[in-house]
């Protein structure tokens, strides 16, 4: 241990205490020991400080800060370098604001397009994922900022999230759903790590031994600190046990005398509590020892300016029929759309932040070289029609020469604490657009969304810019793009289907009751649709340019490819060149082809370039679930260089020695995984994968204190159903306005035992079991635990406070 000289000095109730937090957003300072406080901030795209003390679930309003593109939005860039200086960006910021843990980067996968909370995350792949995650993770720690990737780990929908099993084989989990950590933590150094609140095949990934001791510490090196998810933690003990270091966000002292009692009763070793002590003492005084080193402020022009740039490289030309972008200087321009006056720029929840300030297209507009005759709004973004409404944009439409209409998903379509019902558009929005292309046909679309959409009525718009969620200065950057000062250069981090049901998690997605089942297996996203040939609105990789690119002279090295890349157009431009790599047909079942490298690269009109793209670790890999670990399988693999996974320009095969004496599979077993027809995989196949039984997640008869308060439907207690059916009423009411009631979101979905985690103290377990009591009908013994619970634990946290303070 680095810090035995402290820890045996401290008393097992300053032990206990340090590994939960004081308050909502900081952990236990201990004054007679030098030991300070740290403090913690959402913030994957900007800093989400609160302004006055923390609310319970930390929500509320927060400082201003830059609002950078969300990570969907920056994935498009496929740039690490920019990644990069963002995360530096970010990192000054949290510096100025007091902030040594910055709660992001958020890099969990798009396993279905409908996760309420894609918006946060990077990809569908992995291996782009971490590689982005990674140099975010570089930029925040170059400056004295701990960062957090999360949420660890296969935390994939947002629908009773707290109270989920994700049932997932092993091969699925290290190769899609852990491997962008793997980066993170590996090549990105990351510092911190948050647990996700869902069980991983039937433990709660905070007390999870097999993730938290022998993947992420014992495999990958990682020394850092593990902090739960906001109320994520559902045994304190257990999550000790395993090496989770911090308990957020304020549980009250009733959870450290838990460990207390553990060491007491050897349940807990006296080691494994010091052991996490030792972790988060290292982490405490390396953020708080250089304070002369604290930003004091940052450069808020420089900021911004950074904001537009992240934007303009993310902005992804999905359309351009007719080469109508760029527009010529002096155009005639209509804007149409709600969104041109109210950005849709950042997602809703924990992430929201409190921007500097703010570009709107209806302001900026008239300062580029365009004729704007007039803007109007067009639609009623609550979704109501409106009649007048229609027709000043059908009128306005009629005099130009061409119309941009910003539309897209609303506040309510995508936030976290709900998962998305449907992939479309809002009716009204749609329905104008229709419209509006029998008036005026030469439309583009100026898209904002954090996932992915289905675009039946792409044929109304000649072109289509998609912009995702921008930002504070996405509109300048829209703006750059539009008139050509600035060549689009974003690709698709993700598959846009055709529809929803051609999505290969469709028939899993959510999970029912208390389980998720990963039937799809490695077959997410484009790994499926490729090796299904399933026909898609636009492929993974895609993204057109105003130049065009040829590719030549393939040359595979024992580490590396290369090969020359061509601006063959009139217009300098970036391309994004991504390797993939197709396996052997053999023993081992895998999609057809899976990422495995990809560079950014500038070229001027009529430039080449030999490009490199080295190979590594993730290359030619797979896991092998009867060594239990990642091997080779012998045999000619394909190396394929492209623009995207369905543009691919250059191939070449390359023998690779094997690895693999045990084989993992029967594929007879296995059809729907060697056939990639994986849309309604049997029960028993599926445990053929899993090697076990797939767990029973139906309810019992009863609630217990891992089921979630939405779930009070199903309760014995009338008072209880009462009071579900309140809480659905008013977040219903909610979703009707448009904008959701985070609070009340969280809540609904939040378990009994979240009540003892997020009140301060305030309930302690025991009350909350006494709850559960009362829900199941037992209604005189559960108030009866509750009342004698709560003068127990206000009687037992004075006598702890009184410990802690010397007195």
């Known amino acids: 241990m680095k810090h035995t000289h402290i820890i045996e ?3 097992i109730e300053e032990k206990a205490a340090i590994l939960s937090g004081k308050n909502v957003w900081q952990t236990w300072n201990i004054d ?27 929500l509320n309003a927060s400082l201003p800060s830059t609002c950078f593109p969300t990570a969907a939005s920056v994935a498009n860039s496929w740039d690490e370098d920019l990644c990069r200086e963002i995360g530096e960006a970010l990192g000054e910021e949290a510096s100025a604001l007091g902030v040594n843990v910055l709660l992001g980067p958020g890099l969990n996968i798009k396993r279905s397009p409908l996760c309420g909370r894609n918006f946060e995350y990077f990809s569908e792949d992995p291996y782009l994922s971490g590689k982005l995650a990674a140099a975010y993770i570089k930029g925040i720690q170059s400056q004295g900022v701990h960062a957090c990737p999360k949420h660890f780990a ?28 793997e980066i993170a933590v590996k090549e990105g150094g990351a510092r911190a790590i948050m647990t996700s609140y869902n069980e991983v095949n039937g433990v709660y990934a905070n007390e999870n031994q097999h993730l938290l001791k022998d993947i992420l510490r014992g495999e990958w090196g990682f020394d850092g600190i593990v902090i739960t998810d906001w109320g994520g933690s559902n045994d304190h003990v257990k999550g000790v046990a395993a090496g989770s270091n911090l308990e957020m966000p304020s549980p009250g002292l009733h959870t450290a005398r838990e460990l207390i009692t553990a060491v007491e009763n050897g349940r807990l070793s006296m080691e494994a509590l010091d052991n996490c002590v030792d972790d988060l003492l290292e982490a405490v005084f390396t953020l708080t020892g250089k304070q002369e080193n604290r930003q004091s402020s940052f450069d808020e022009d420089a900021h911004h300016m950074l ?42 929840g924990s992430s929201l932040v409190n921007p500097i300030r703010l570009e709107t297209m209806e302001e900026m507009i008239r300062a580029y070289p365009l004729n704007v005759i007039g803007c109007a709004k067009g639609y009623s973004r609550s979704g109501a029609d409106d009649a007048a409404l229609r027709q000043e944009a059908f009128d306005l439409a009629a005099r130009a020469d ?57 044929e109304c718009c000649k072109s289509i810019l998609h ?117 052997p047909k053999g023993r081992i079942f895998r999609p057809d082809k899976e990422l495995k490298g990809f560079k950014k690269v500038f070229l001027k009109a009529g430039e080449s370039r030999m490009v490199t793209i080295p190979f590594d670790d993730k290359t030619f890999r797979y896991w092998n679930r009867v060594t239990n670990r990642f091997e080779v399988e012998g045999g000619i693999y394909t190396v394929l260089i492209g623009g995207s996974v369905a543009d691919i320009r250059l191939y070449q095969t390359v023998t690779r020695e094997g690895t693999t004496e045990s084989w993992p599979y029967e594929p007879e077993m296995l059809k729907s995984y060697y056939s990639g027809k994986i849309g309604q995989v049997p029960e ?20 217990g204190v891992n089921d979630a308060l939405c779930q009070m439907y199903y309760a014995k207690s009338p008072l209880a159903r009462l009071a579900w059916r309140i809480l659905t009423a008013l977040k219903n009411r909610s979703e009707a306005k448009g904008k959701p009631d985070l609070n009340l979101l969280f809540i609904y979905n939040m378990p009994f035992r979240g009540i003892a985690k997020m009140t301060g103290g305030a309930v302690s377990m025991e009350m909350a079991e006494g709850m ?21 634990n206000a009687k037992a946290n004075r006598a702890y406070e009184k410990k802690l303070s010397g007195k």
């Open 9 to 11: 000095k401290m008393t």
């Open 32 to 58: 007679r020991l030098g030991i300070p406080s740290i403090f913690c901030s959402d913030g994957p795209h900007g800093i989400r400080k609160q302004a006055k003390e923390g609310d319970h679930l930390g």
């Open 154 to 181: 296969v935390n994939n929908q947002e629908q009773r999230r707290m109270a989920m099993n994700s049932v997932v084989d092993e091969r699925t989990l290290r190769e899609i759903y852990l491997e962008g950590f």
């Open 307 to 348: 904001a537009g740039k992240a934007a303009q490289e993310s902005i992804v030309l999905l359309k351009n029929q007719d080469e109508m972008l760029p527009l010529k200087p002096g155009c005639r321009v209509a804007l149409i759309g709600d969104f041109a006056f109210t950005p849709r720029y950042q997602g809703a």
């Open 402 to 458: 061409v119309v941009l209409y910003c539309f897209g998903l609303d506040e309510i379509s995508e936030s976290e604490g709900m998962d998305r019902s449907h992939m479309r558009v809002p009716r009204n929005q749609i329905e104008l657009l229709t419209a509006l292309a029998e008036v005026n046909p030469r439309i583009a679309g100026i898209l904002s969304a954090g996932s992915a959409i289905e675009m039946p009525w792409h």
């Open 467 to 583: 912009g995702y969620l921008s930002g504070q200065a996405g509109t300048s950057a829209m703006l750059r793009v539009i008139t050509g000062e600035v060549n689009p250069s974003g690709r698709l981090s993700e598959t846009y289907p055709l529809r929803y049901e051609d999505t290969p998690a469709c028939k899993y997605f959510p999970g029912e009751e208390r389980c998720s089942q990963y039937r799809e297996s490695l077959y997410v996203g484009y790994r499926y649709y490729d090796t299904e040939k399933v026909k898609v609105q636009y492929p993974f990789g895609f993204g057109l340019s105003y130049t065009t690119f040829s590719y030549g002279s393939m040359e595979i090295l024992e580490n590396e490819v290369r090969f020359t890349l061509t601006n063959t157009g009139k217009v300098d431009g970036k391309e994004v060149v991504q390797l993939y790599v197709r396996g």
């Open 684 to 703: 028993e196949e599926f445990e053929a994968l899993l090697g076990h039984p797939v767990p029973d997640g139906k309810w019992s008869g009863e609630l």
């Open 772 to 792: 559960v009591l009362a829900v199941n009908g037992h209604f005189f013994r559960g108030m009866k635990q509750i009342i004698g619970g709560y003068f127990a």
